[in-house]
């Protein structure tokens, strides 16, 4: 096991924690985050990391706290901030 095995691990917990508190399945779940079904179990292995794309969609759809997915630190979701125009 490498050192950031546990690192892997545990994103991949906080991942599917996510996808669990949507209701939604796996399928559904990648789908949001316009990502294939096997793409997103990879994500679940470790086998590929979280691009900045998909974090920045969990956010935008989820309230994903980043810095929570990445390091469990802070909130697990945060308030989305208003746009201008709202």
Do not use: C
């Amino acid at each position: 096991m490498t050192t950031f095995e546990p690192f892997k691990v545990e994103i991949a917990k906080r991942l599917e924690k996510v996808r669990n508190d949507s209701g939604t399945s796996t399928a559904e779940f990648a789908s949001t985050l316009k990502v294939s079904e096997e793409v997103y179990s990879a994500y679940l292995t470790g086998e590929v990391q979280i691009p900045m794309t998909v974090m920045r969609t969990l956010y935008d759809l989820h309230q994903v706290n980043p810095a929570w997915l990445l390091a469990g630190e802070e909130e697990q979701y945060m308030p989305k901030e208003a746009s201008p125009a709202e």
